[in-house]
């Protein structure tokens, strides 16, 4: 099986600051892959270079084998590369119907007229747990609900790729659990396949077929849920040097 | 709908005095105008404060059109077609660059393009340079003249309104509001935002352009310091978020009351106070009705048309 995103020695400098060093990476169609790693380690701006907002110094990426390295962030989401941003970005001026719809019009959806957008944003609405908020503004949303805007919005547009940026971040176990739950059923329900950065062990442990671990912007393990937990120079990462070999 | 609209059409007959015509022709230039401007400024969220600019092209690409070809001045009415599809293209090439800047720094760049051209023409002999331009004008009386022009205006208006109605429904425009909104996530929702953009303002620049050789038509004599004035920039950027910039209704709201107010003002007070009330009136509904005069009074908070 051919990977349907791929990333090739992957480079990005902020200033001094090397926030990934010849990373590699591969996903395969449906599969569910987690990527791990301390604050600062460089997850977001692989997101960022994935969807085209952050321009890579050197790598190349390639999605259902063509490259997309530099191409503008519209594009690549054309494509069928939707993302959810670690800090909510909700259109705040429209209701969620509207932010949704519009990623519905624009998406791969063949929908090219609003009315009709806004019904199939209306089943996202209701995918994602949100149906009795669609005509709420995002300020009026508590955080949980506006992670869920996002997943809805970046649903919408129906991907192939969805990556997600700490979506379940600040939520207590049970609705974990609910979060673990909506992923398996977008996988299911849309056939996609997804990335998500999650500090959450238990999330990653379930839900991913595989994690990756970044540290410092340098590939630390690619592998297995269990056997990235048990690696050593990833328990050092995000336990410091002293409790390594405990 | 459809009566005020007839009724508007047939105003004329009814015999008003011509000084009435020649009012009502400005309150629609002005919607016209302002209704334009909302497509960058209002939907997309990029103020424009050069938008005069495309009405002085408009202008001076009518005249000129007319003089080259030696046209009647009937036929260089239909030259404000030509010259509206040129003011959308030079504001393709004004947008490319211009564009890129967000903010303040795009309201710079546009007030900035406006005096550029003013002062171009200002400077090229075969424009007419400082002595501006004189086109042909209507052999027949001032009554018809002027219930001539007032049609044409009416009809320009009606059509800039319809189209702002429509882009304001459209997936287009929903486009333009999630630019506006966070440009960088409307990219990421597959927003071709430096394309819309472009589209946009192209567009906004059509029916200045227009109206701008319909203007000339009725003066029958242009000036660079007349359709280039920048305070027509500022009144048309003004009465649009006076009246409420996220819909096709503010800036005709906007633009037929402050035009209304400024009449009255300026005919029952002093000049001097009458810029002061309207100065404040502005400031006033600016702080403290940020979303325009239509969502103040009306609450009503959905920015995209159903
Ligand atoms: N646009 C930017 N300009 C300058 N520095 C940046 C920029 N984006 C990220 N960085 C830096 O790059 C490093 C990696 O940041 P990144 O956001 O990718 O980390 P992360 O792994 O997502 O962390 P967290 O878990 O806190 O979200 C950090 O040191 C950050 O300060
Ligand atoms: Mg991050």
């Excluded at chain 1, 609910?178 to 996988?187: K, S």
């Excluded at chain 2, 200002?122 to 004189?134: C, I, Q, T």
């Excluded at chain 2, 333009?176 to 927003?191: H, N, P, Y």
């Excluded at chain 2, 009449?263 to 400031?283: C, D, H, N, P, Q």
């Amino acid at each position: 099986m051919t990977a349907i995103l791929s990333g090739h020695d992957i480079e990005k400098s902020f200033g001094g600051l090397k926030a990934l060093s010849k990373f590699n990476f591969e996903v395969m169609p449906g599969e569910i892959v987690g990527l791990i790693g301390p604050n600062g380690s460089g997850k977001t701006t692989l997101f960022n270079v994935i969807s085209g907002l952050v321009r890579p110094d050197s790598g190349k990426i390639a999605f259902e084998g063509s490259e997309i390295t530099r191409k503008p962030p519209h594009a690549i989401s054309s494509l069928g590369i939707a993302r959810t941003f670690q800090i909510v970005r909700p259109l705040r001026d429209l209701d969620l119907i509207d932010n949704v719809a519009i990623a519905v019009v624009y998406g791969r959806n063949e929908i090219f007229d609003m009315r009709e957008a806004r019904g199939k944003a209306l089943e996202t609405l209701e995918f994602s747990g949100l149906a009795h908020k669609a005509y709420s503004y995002p300020g009026e949303l508590a955080i949980e609900d506006l992670k869920r805007l996002e997943v809805a919005r970046a649903l919408a547009s129906n991907p192939r790729v969805l990556l997600l940026d700490e979506v379940f971040a600040g939520l207590n176990p049970k609705e974990i659990s609910g979060a673990i739950e909506l992923v398996f059923r977008i996988r299911e329900t849309y056939g996609l396949s997804i990335v998500m950065i999650e500090h959450v062990m238990k999330a990653i442990m379930t839900a991913c077929s595989r994690v990756i671990a970044l540290h410092h912007g340098v590939k630390l393990a690619d592998a297995q849920p269990r056997e990235v937990a048990n690696h050593p120079e990833v328990i050092r990462a995000y336990l410091g040097v002293e409790y390594a070999g405990n | 709908m459809a009566i005020a609209l007839i009724g508007l059409v047939a105003f004329p007959l009814f015999g008003p005095p011509v000084y009435f015509i020649s009012f009502v022709f400005w309150v629609f230039l002005y919607v016209c105008l302002s209704s334009s401007w909302n497509l960058i400024g209002g939907y997309a969220g990029y103020l424009s404060f050069g938008h005069v600019a495309f009405f002085g092209i408009g202008a001076y690409a009518t005249a000129m059109i007319g003089k080259i070809f030696g046209l009647s001045i009937t036929m260089t009415l239909l030259a404000t077609i030509p010259a509206g599809v040129i003011s959308s293209f030079i504001a393709i090439i004004v947008g490319y660059p211009c564009l890129r800047l967000r903010g303040p720094y795009f309201a710079v760049i546009t007030l900035c393009f406006s005096f550029v051209s003013q002062l171009t023409v200002k400077n090229l002999e075969f424009l007419g340079g400082a002595d501006g331009l004189w086109l042909k004008s209507m052999d027949v009386p001032v009554l018809v003249n002027r219930t001539i022009f007032y049609e044409l205006m009416l009809f320009l208006t009606v059509l800039t309104v319809w189209v702002s109605y429509l882009v304001g429904r459209s997936r287009f425009g929903a486009g333009l509001r999630a630019i506006k909104e966070d440009e960088e996530v409307a990219q990421t929702m597959a927003i071709n935002a430096p394309r819309l953009k472009i589209m946009a303002f192209a567009l906004s620049a059509f029916f200045p352009g227009i109206a701008g050789g319909i203007y000339a038509c009725y003066l029958s004599y242009i000036h660079p310091d007349v359709v280039f004035d920048v305070n027509m920039s500022i009144l048309q950027v003004l009465m649009a978020l006076f009246g409420g910039a996220s819909s096709w209704v503010g800036p005709v709201v906007g633009a037929v009351s402050l035009t209304l107010v400024n009449e009255g003002l300026s005919t029952f007070v002093k000049a001097e106070l009458a810029r002061i009330i309207y100065g404040l009136l502005f400031i006033i509904v600016i702080v403290f009705m940020p979303n325009g005069i239509l969502e103040f009074f009306s609450r009503k908070r959905r920015k995209i048309e159903r």
